[in-house]
């Protein structure tokens, strides 16, 4: 669930060296078999993923890794309830995947996923093929889908979970857009009782979006 920085050149100014920070996609068990994965989006503006998309086989970049404690810290005996939406499930699939989090003895493990398109959905399936059921929660879809697919938001689909469902007993694992982390941490408090410790969050703010310095 930790994330490196890549240096990459202004694309105004390519004697200025700029630092962009992406989680790993995979967790260290695989990427040393199989190599590291990073998952980025490519957003209008955006310096690093321009730079990037040119980048031939055999070119190198400067990488600084890795940093960031989100990581699984879940007891056993517990369930763990990952919530991404975008690029955020790229560290939620480094901890489901990994060696760590298959022989934890947890309670469950599922996955809630959001989206805008289905075209924006990467690694389909992933987390099913390790065990984690998995919904599907696409925004911007004007037809009736089935299941594990969902017309909505994350938030639909956990306001939309049995009434049974262990609330107290489960860890979530939120990484994604801010204002979706927001709406779930203020929903799992208010609703449900879920206290802090209870909810591990990593918010991402495109750099191409982040305000600047004053």
């Known amino acids: ?10 694309k105004d100014d390519p004697s200025d060296l ?14 040393k078999k ?16 321009a730079y990037l998309e040119k980048m031939k086989p055999g070119d190198w970049i400067q990488v600084r890794a890795s940093y ?12 763990v309830c990952f919530i991404g939406t975008g690029t955020g499930m790229a560290p939620l699939r480094s901890i489901g995947l990994s060696k760590h989090f298959v022989e934890s003895d947890l309670l469950f493990g599922i996955a809630i996923l959001g989206f805008r398109t289905f075209t924006e959905i990467p690694y389909a399936g992933d987390f099913e093929k390790a065990g984690i059921p998995t919904t599907y929660a696409v925004s911007d879809n004007p037809k009736k889908l089935d ?14 979970l049995k009434s049974d469902f262990p609330w107290r007993e489960t860890d979530f694992y939120l990484c994604g857009n801010s204002f979706m982390i927001a709406d779930v941490i203020a929903f799992l408090k208010a609703s ?3 206290t802090d410790d209870a909810i591990i969050a990593e918010a991402f703010t495109p750099a191409a979006k982040a305000p600047k310095a004053a």
């Not at 960031?68 to 369930?79: A, D, I, V």
């Not at 594990?148 to 689909?157: Q, W």
């Open 1 to 10: 669930g930790q994330f490196v920085s890549l240096q990459v050149p202004n």
């Open 18 to 31: 700029l630092w962009r920070a992406y989680s790993l996609s995979v967790p260290p068990e695989i990427a």
């Open 34 to 49: 199989h190599g590291y994965e990073l998952c980025i989006k490519k957003m209008a503006g955006g310096q690093a993923a």
């Open 68 to 79: 960031g404690e989100f990581t699984l810290r879940t007891k056993p005996g517990r369930g």
């Open 147 to 160: 299941f594990p697919f969902y017309n909505g938001r994350v938030t639909d689909v956990l306001k939309r």
């Open 192 to 194: 449900h009782g879920v």
